[in-house]
């Protein structure tokens, strides 16, 4: 199973971007994915996920009401969408794929990770 991130670059605060994360080699309607970030000297931190279905999404209190995670299960494809970009935003951004129920908050229980993109918030 493939994850492949893009979408990521340099914004102004209070801007939006877009990420994309296409996956391939897998079934991926039977996966519930998931959006971690990383801050240059910090540890991975959730940020949202979303069920297999894509009825469910689940958010971190920093980023709900400004990101939006989406599933288009017939293109293999999690979107992320972020809105109202603070600097504190500024992170390489991972998405994850996993197979079983569980905490949708812990890194640990994903299966498959794509390679990051970088997101730059400028203030």
């Known amino acids: 199973v493939q994850l492949q991130a893009s979408g990521g670059g340099l914004v102004q605060a209070g801007g939006s971007l877009s990420l994309s994360c296409a996956v391939s080699g897998g079934t991926f309607s039977t996966y519930a994915m998931g959006w971690f970030r990383q801050a240059p000297g910090k540890e991975r931190e959730f940020v949202t996920a979303?069920?297999?279905?894509?009825?469910?999404?689940y958010y971190a209190e920093a980023v709900e009401g400004r990101f939006t995670i989406a599933k288009d299960n017939a293109k293999n494809t999690v979107y992320l969408q972020m809105n109202s970009l603070k600097a504190e935003d500024t992170a390489v951004y991972y998405c994850?794929?996993?197979?079983?129920?569980?905490?949708?908050?812990?890194?640990?229980?994903?299966?498959?990770w794509g390679q990051g993109t970088l997101v730059t918030v400028s203030s």
């Open positions: 979303i069920s297999r279905t894509g009825f469910s999404t």
């Open positions: 994850a794929a996993r197979r079983r129920a569980g905490s949708y908050r812990s890194g640990g229980e994903y299966d498959y």
